[in-house]
């Protein structure tokens, strides 16, 4: 059984940091394409960073130069450090897994909250 954890969120005020863990279980973790996306209230869930099973990285516009995504395969540990958070970076921060670079995300976690005050 596949198992995503996300930990790390909290309140935070602007300009100011966090760092965002994610532990994966029952799976191949190595082989997996991880990602960070978003959902803020009244708003579509966005994909903010993904990360492939060999290091390539994407990030989306927004987070762009103020977020580094990275895993530890011998951990099965991914990360998201946010830099210079801004109010609009409110948000839950979901984990999720794929098993190759395409196609859609198969598992996902239960999030956790990050808000950004001004």
């Known amino acids: 059984q596949v198992r995503l954890v996300e930990s790390g969120g909290g309140l935070v005020q602007a300009g100011g940091s966090l760092r965002l863990s994610c532990a994966a279980s029952?799976?191949?973790?190595?082989?997996?394409?991880m990602s960070w996306s978003r959902q803020a209230p009244g708003k579509e869930r966005e994909l903010v960073a993904a990360?492939?099973?060999?290091?390539?990285?994407y990030y989306a516009s927004s987070v762009k130069g103020r977020s580094t995504i990275s895993r530890d395969n011998a951990k099965n540990m991914m990360y998201l450090q946010m830099n210079s958070l801004k109010p609009e970076d409110t948000a839950v921060y979901y984990c999720?897994?794929?098993?190759?670079?395409?196609?859609?995300?198969?598992?996902w976690g239960q999030g956790t909250q990050v808000t950004v005050s001004s």
């Open positions: 999720a897994a794929k098993p190759s670079y395409k196609g859609p995300y198969d598992y």
């Open positions: 029952g799976l191949t973790y190595s082989s997996y394409t």
């Open positions: 990360i492939s099973s060999g290091g390539s990285t």
